[in-house]
């Protein structure tokens, strides 16, 4: 039986990919594209961010410093065109 959440983050999952071009990842979505976003639609994006880079979702200085290097880095209006997977260093082992 599907919760209602699941289907929530399912229908978000799929408005997020309409818009965007082929669609592969969270992390092509671009600065401009998360900008326009709800902060409920940031929140699932940036979580969908930390589950392709096999992070945990649970993990408060995982979702704080994903959070921060992607807001901080498309703040800056020559980034819009970036893809928000570029925001952060995935190989850095601390926050």
């Known amino acids: 039986m599907k919760t209602p959440t699941k289907v929530l983050t399912a229908s978000v999952i799929a408005a997020l990919c309409l818009p965007l071009s082929g669609c592969a990842s969270a992390g ?39 959070s921060a290097a992607v807001e901080s880095y498309c703040s800056k209006s020559s980034h819009a065109a970036d893809p928000v997977d570029k925001a952060v260093n995935w190989e850095s082992s601390t926050w």
Request: charged share 35%.
């Open 28 to 66: 092509d979505t671009t600065c401009a594209e998360f900008k326009k976003l709800d902060r409920e639609e940031k929140n699932d994006l940036l979580e969908s961010l930390l589950r392709q880079h096999d992070l945990s979702t649970s993990s408060m200085s995982n979702v704080l410093g994903v």
